[in-house]
C-alpha cells in the first residue's frame, strides 16, 4: 500500500482543455471529437532550498465545459495526488491530478495580486511508502529513497522520491526505515536533485510498519514477562495482508446460572380413614309399592368394599385417595 498526495499554493499558466479516457461508444460519442472535461496547467513546486530551483510540474484539474480556462499567473489553492514521471528529454516533472481547488479572486495580470498571500509558503506533501535504500549523509542531513505506486492519470503509476532528516535536534536519534518496511510521513518540498528526483524535508514519520513482502509470523514470538515491555508480538495472522493493529480479543461466554435449587417436598397429611357411605339401589318391588314405573338407578358411589381417606396436597386442596 502506498499514497502520495500535496497541498499548497500553485500559480497556473498556458491553460488547455484535454480530454478523457476513451468511453464506450454511444450515439453521441464522437471519437474524433471526444468531450474534454478536464483542463492541464503548467505549474511547479515550491521548495524551500533557495539554491535549486523549482520542481516542474503539470496540474490536471476536472472542470466542467463551460467553465473558462484560467488565465496565467492565476494561483489557486489545490490538494492532489500526483507521481514524478520523465519528458522526451528526459527531465523529470511532477504530474499532479487535481481533486479539490479554488481560484483567487482577482485581476492576475495586476501588480498587487499576490501581495495578500503568505510568504515561503511551500507546499505540504502526504506520503506513505516503502523504504528502498539505506539512509545515507548528505550536506543537508540524512537521505533514504523511498517506492511509491497509485493510481493517476488512470492507471498505475510508480516512483521513487528522496526523503530528508534535516540535521535539526528533532532528528537527532531517529533512525531511517529498514529497507522494504513501510512507513508514512508529511514534510515540505525541499528541492530538486541534479540528478532529477524530487527532494522532502521531513516533519513527522511514523515507522515500524508492516514490510512489503514479509508476511506475519504464524505464531506469537515469546517474550519474557516483564513489568514494563518496549516492544509486543504482532498477533498471529493467516493472511499476509493483514494490518499489523492488534486482533480484537474474543468476547468470553457469559457465565451459565447455577440450577435453582428445588423446594423441599412435603409430606401429604392424611385424616382418619372412613368408610365411604353405601348406597343402595331401589328394587322393583319397592317401586311398584310407590307406584311408579321400575327405573334403573345410577348409584352414586359403588360399594366394592373400598375405603377412601382424604389428603391435603401442598396447596391445602382435599384429594379422595384409595387406600391400599
Known sequence: MSFAAVSGLFSLSDGARTAGPARVKS??????????????????????????????????????????????N??????????????????????????????FPGDSMSEDYDSSFPDSMYPSVYIMGHCVKEGVS?????????????????????????CLFDKGPRWAKTPPPTPGSCFGAIGVCELYTPSGALRVSLKHIALNGRSKDVSAPAT??????????????LPPTTSPAASGSKRPAPIPPLPSRAPATPSPTKKAKTTPKKKAKEAT?????????????????????????????????EEGRVDDVVAE
Not at 521548495?47 to 530551483?53: D, E, H, R
Not at 492565476?74 to 481560484?103: H, M, P, Q, R, W
Not at 540524512?142 to 493517476?152: G, H, I, K, M
Not at 331401589?282 to 381417606?309: H, M
Request: charged share 20%.
Open 220 to 233: 506469537t514470538i515469546a517474550t519474557p514477562n516483564r513489568k514494563f515491555a518496549a516492544v509486543l508480538p
Open 27 to 72: 450515439d453521441t460519442y464522437d471519437p474524433k471529437n471526444p468531450p474534454r472535461p478536464y483542463i492541464t496547467y503548467t505549474t511547479a513546486l515550491k521548495t524551500s532550498n533557495a539554491k535549486f530551483p523549482d520542481f516542474p510540474a503539470t496540474i490536471r484539474v476536472f472542470s466542467p465545459p463551460q467553465n473558462p480556462v484560467l488565465p496565467n
Open 281 to 313: 339401589a331401589p328394587t322393583r318391588a319397592s317401586n311398584r309399592a310407590k307406584g311408579k314405573q321400575a327405573e334403573t338407578v345410577t348409584p352414586t358411589n359403588e360399594d366394592d368394599g373400598q375405603e377412601f381417606e382424604e389428603m391435603y396436597d
Open 138 to 162: 548528505v550536506e543537508e542531513g540524512s537521505v533514504f529513497n523511498a517506492s511509491f505506486e497509485q493510481f493517476v492519470l488512470h492507471g498505475m503509476r510508480e516512483f521513487n522520491i528522496e
Open 74 to 103: 492565476t494561483v489557486i489553492l489545490a490538494t492532489a495526488k500526483f507521481y514524478i514521471a520523465s519528458n522526451n528529454d528526459g527531465i523529470s516533472y511532477a504530474y499532479l491530478e487535481a481533486t479539490d481547488c479554488g481560484a
